[in-house]
């Protein structure tokens, strides 16, 4: 285990599913984020949250929603997705922003079908 | 567009022999920081550069900061098969405030691919 927790690892969900992909952390890091990895892609920048306060928005798509209840746990709500969504999510922490190291948990694999 | 430039892509080694790989940034940069992912992983950090010219060892792994904070370097001496996975840079292009706290964001290079053959 990383130190961060993510769930489920695995979500296959139909295009007019809503779901939602849940992210932990109990290493008292201030930071957390949501990247996605695509085959043959950079690591993208979804969201980031300073202090359970959103900092950044990378121009995602409205039917990816974020949530960060408390400085420890992290959701992605997800809806009317699309197959090119389809991709492994991950979800990082760190003690601030660029200064350190970034914890990632193992991912949830999400296909869209 | 991309802003950290990462090469090659792909490395298939033998056994024995050293991997380089490259990342590179029309920017200066604030930092860089080094993560491997082993196939079927997660991103795990290795290690951050924040001086210019700055190099760091671990064990095999080398990682060098360029002297004008626009490139790094990874060096693995005598490749072994639990260094195969992709290893990814990633770096600060935003500047960071007087205080030194930055709520930038990492850029992470496109990785390299390394495959070792035994």
């Not at chain 2, 930092?31 to 700055?54: D, M």
């Not at chain 2, 064990?59 to 370097?73: D, V």
Request: with cysteine; glycine share 8%; hydrophobic share 30%.
């Amino acid at each position: 285990e990383t130190g961060v927790t993510q769930t489920p690892r695995h979500l296959v969900m139909g295009m007019t599913n809503k779901k939602s992909l849940k992210c932990e952390q109990h290493l008292g890091h201030n930071a957390m984020y949501w990247y996605k990895q695509s085959a043959k892609k950079p690591l993208e920048l979804m969201f980031v949250y300073n202090f359970k306060e959103q900092t950044e928005n990378n121009s995602v798509p409205s039917r990816f929603s974020p949530e960060c209840p408390n400085s420890s746990h992290l959701f992605l709500h997800l809806h009317t997705l699309q197959p090119e969504d389809s991709a492994l999510y991950l979800c990082a922490s760190s003690q601030e922003s660029v200064w350190y190291g970034y914890t990632f948990g193992s991912g949830t694999r999400l296909t869209v079908v | 567009g991309q802003q950290v430039m990462q090469i090659p892509q792909y490395q298939h080694v033998q056994e024995g022999e050293d991997f380089t790989t490259y990342c590179n940034s029309s920017t200066t940069l604030s930092n860089i920081q080094w993560y491997k992912q082993r196939p079927g992983g997660h991103p795990v950090f290795l290690i951050q550069l924040v001086k210019s010219g700055e190099v760091k060892k671990q064990k095999r792994l080398t990682f060098q900061f360029g002297e004008a904070k626009k490139n790094s370097s990874l060096h693995i001496t005598a490749t072994q098969t639990t260094d195969v996975g992709t290893y990814f840079c990633a770096a600060t292009l935003t500047p960071t405030n007087a205080g030194g706290t930055s709520y930038g964001k990492l850029t992470f290079g496109q990785g390299t691919i390394l495959t070792v053959h035994p």
